[in-house]
């Protein structure tokens, strides 16, 4: 179901809060329909002038939800974290309209199996998420980390001393230390897709991939 969804399908955003609004207005930007709503005027007041559809509502009222037209949706986001009940409610809603993509936020694991029982297809959470790629960047070298569920990790950093003023098969990037260098910016110049005769120099920024306890020993190389 979720491959059948067109990539510019309008979206349902329920909450604006931070995480919300961060949302809608990012996807605003992006040029994506979304109609916003929250049971707060004063927010729906805050971004109307940001969002381009933002309606004033209960969602835990599913008839409130109807006459919204959320069931012509078939992308919707449950930015909801102050109250678990409210977030699981409403969710339970969106699955008995049948909404067939449902992405909802939680703020524990237990907040988050609780939504994926009532039949959430994708679960965030932000904090979690946000605390530990914060842990990452803090530890080292790195400026920007990406993990995926499968222990693959995709990270922004600056080149490690050992692996610089060498192209990529000298430096034994891979065969050594068990990472790829994908891509390379050089001051003033677009990132470029590395090759094995790519060389690194001290000013550069590197994009990597591997493992994240592969990229951590890497990055911690000095």
Known sequence: MVDRIKHDT?????GLGRFGAACAG???????EVLA??????????????????VQADARNIEALKQIGAQD??????AVGSSIEASVLIT????DMKIP??????????????????????????????????????NGRMLDFIQFDDDFALVKMYPPKPIRGKNLTE??????????????????????????????S???????????????KFSALG
Do not use: M
């Not at 309008?10 to 329920?14: A, E, M, N, Y």
């Open 92 to 95: 339970a809603n969106l699955v």
């Open 101 to 138: 993509q449902i992405w909802a936020k939680a703020v524990s694991q237990s907040h988050g199996k609780i939504l994926k029982r009532v039949g959430a297809n994708h679960v965030i959470y932000p904090e979690a998420e946000a605390g530990e790629r914060v842990a990452h960047l803090v």
């Open 171 to 200: 430096s034994g990037v891979r065969t050594k230390h068990h990472v790829t260098v994908v891509g390379v910016k050089s001051p003033g110049k677009p990132f470029t897709y590395a090759t094995a005769e790519t060389v690194v």
């Open 73 to 78: 949706f078939s992308v919707a986001v449950v």
């Open 10 to 14: 309008p979206v349902l955003i329920i």
């Open 26 to 32: 990012e996807l605003d930007r992006l040029d994506r």
């Open 37 to 54: 709503i929250d049971e707060d005027e004063g927010l729906v007041q805050k971004w109307a002038d940001r969002i381009t559809h933002t």
């Open 202 to 216: 001290d000013h550069d920024l590197i994009i990597v991939s591997g493992s994240s306890a592969d990229i951590e």
